[in-house]
């Protein structure tokens, strides 16, 4: 079965970090590029940080340059989230996606409506409390 499958959210306090895993099943993640999204009700999702699964160009949002650092472990098949500095605006549902026809930033910051990635796990919640 094809998937992707994410872990590692939780709850933390300001100031705190948190590591999220978005491990591929049944695929590589050489072909793709791999996103991290979040969506708090009401609000639409959005790119948080991106990376692509072969040279490993990656891309930030403003809102977590510097605190966040996404990266691929290529034996796994698997992409991190490092968020570092949390804060409590970051608290959300955190999703990952693949990919396959765009790179970096347009994965991360360009949604068209109705496009369809190719792929998307099943989320998992960050709550940060102040």
């Known amino acids: 079965q094809l998937r992707l499958v994410e872990s590692g959210g939780g709850m933390v306090q300001s100031g705190g970090s948190l590591r999220l895993s978005c491990e591929a099943s049944?695929?590589?993640?050489?072909?793709?590029?791999i996103g991290w999204f979040r969506q708090v009700p009401g609000k639409e999702r959005e790119g948080v940080s991106c990376?692509?699964?072969?040279?490993?160009?990656?891309y930030y949002a403003d809102p977590v340059k510097g605190r966040f650092t996404i990266s691929r472990d290529y034996a796994k098949d698997t992409i991190y989230l490092q968020m570092d500095s949390l804060k409590p605006e970051d608290t959300a549902v955190y999703y990952c996606?693949?990919?396959?026809?765009?790179?970096?930033?347009?994965?991360?910051?360009?949604?068209?409506?109705?496009?369809?990635?190719?792929?998307w796990g099943q989320g998992t919640q960050v709550t940060v409390s102040s």
């Open positions: 990376i692509h699964g072969r040279d490993g160009e990656t």
């Open positions: 049944g695929f590589t993640l050489d072909y793709y590029t």
């Open positions: 996606a693949a990919d396959s026809s765009r790179r970096v930033r347009a994965t991360c910051a360009i949604i068209p409506l109705g496009y369809q990635y190719d792929y």
